[in-house]
């Protein structure tokens, strides 16, 4: 059974920097990329950024609002995908979704969600 | 406001059908992939369609996809109270190089 669970969320100030996980399992993880997306409270689903396979070099793509400030990386040796968030701002406050992509680009979908973490910035 | 539009809600009566629009431009649902997901109160979204039409499994054939030119319809037939749901329609836009969803449209079933 495919499974993904992200870690890592909690309160954190503007500025700061916050480190969070998705751990897979039920699959072979370096055969897929991997992708974040977001939802802020009330609000509608937002793409943050995706990571291809090592197959396809492992490279990423990022959301205007979050490129430069946003890092997505993984461990295919340990079945982890990682979002990387510094100079937090309020407007990152959401819940955040790891998903594993299939098809290929850029006609991904995105096929198993994890259940969510929330990040809340504030002061 | 989002690339892709969406009506913000529909409603229809146990039993009957539904369609959801999705509406978009040649740089992301006319010349890419669109899929569809199902959210319900509270938890994680759920793909419900991809590549266009494609079921995965465990979706009943209660729910379809269909594009066109620029827009894409997610229909629902034989609707039951556990299909309130917020959808969504999602594609890559590649003029913009990022991966675009609408707006999402809250179903109720009344």
């Known amino acids: 059974e495919v499974q993904l669970v992200e870690s890592g969320g909690g309160l954190v100030q503007p500025g700061r920097s916050l480190r969070l996980s998705c751990t897979a399992s039920g699959f072979t993880f370096g055969d897929y990329a991997m992708s974040w997306f977001r939802q802020a409270p009330g609000k509608g689903l937002e793409w943050v950024g995706f990571i291809r396979s090592k197959a396809y070099g492992g490279t990423t793509e990022y959301a205007a609002s979050v490129k430069g400030r946003f890092t997505i990386s993984r461990d295919d040796s340990k079945s982890i995908a990682y979002l990387q968030m510094n100079s937090l701002k309020t407007e990152d406050t959401a819940v955040y979704y790891c998903t594993r992509a299939s098809g290929g680009w850029p006609s991904y979908y995105f096929d198993y969600w994890g259940q969510g973490t929330l990040v809340t910035v504030s002061s | 406001q989002s690339v892709l539009t969406q009506p913000p809600s529909v409603s229809a009566a146990p039993g009957q059908k539904v369609t959801i629009s999705c509406s978009g431009s040649s740089s992301n649902i006319g010349n890419n992939y669109v899929s569809w997901y199902q959210q319900l109160p509270g938890t994680a979204p759920k793909l419900l369609i991809y590549?266009?039409?494609k079921r995965p499994s465990g979706i009943p054939d209660r729910f379809s996809g269909s594009k066109s030119g620029t827009s894409a319809t997610l229909g629902i037939t034989g609707l039951q109270t556990g299909d309130e749901a917020d959808y969504y329609c999602g594609t890559w836009d590649s003029s913009l190089s990022v991966w675009v969803f609408g707006g999402g449209t809250k179903l109720t079933v009344l």
């Open positions: 590549e266009n039409n």
